[in-house]
Nanobody
Framework: QVQLVESGGGLVQTGGSLRLSCAAS????????VGWFRQAPGKEREFVAS????????NYADSVKGRFTISRDNAKNTVYLQMNSLKPEDTAVYYC?????????????WGQGTQVTVSS
């Protein structure tokens, strides 16, 4: 069993930065692939980024490449999403998810989400 808690969201101006954290409980968290997803009002939840347990495979959505960076600290059971050059279209609730494989993320463990609002 893995429990996830996101934090770090907030209100920021266009061009600003935020760092989201996904803190996990569970001894086996370090073996899980973790992904960040987001959902804007009236839109479907979309993939943002993912990282394998070892950090050797990272994926990003095209919309965030070059602006967002995912990383993890297994000793702290935490995955981070550094978001730079934020745009109003990045406004959404951001969720982290964990699963044993990338393909299973949407069916895996989920946090409650953290709101990110980017003002123009």
């Amino acid at each position: 069993q893995v429990q996830l808690v996101e934090s770090g969201g907030g209100l920021v101006q266009t061009g600003g930065s935020l760092r989201l954290s996904c803190a996990a409980s569970g001894r086996t968290f370090s073996r899980y692939t973790v992904g960040w997803f987001r959902q804007a009002p009236g839109k479907e939840r979309e993939f943002v980024a993912s990282i394998t347990w070892s950090g050797n495979m990272i994926n990003y959505a095209d919309s965030v490449k070059g602006r967002f960076t995912i990383s993890r600290d297994n000793a702290k059971n935490t995955v981070y999403l550094q978001m730079n050059s934020l745009k109003p279209e990045d406004t959404a609730v951001y969720y982290c998810a964990a699963a044993q494989a990338y393909a299973d993320l949407r069916r895996g463990y989920w946090g409650q989400g953290t709101q990110v609002t980017v003002s123009s």
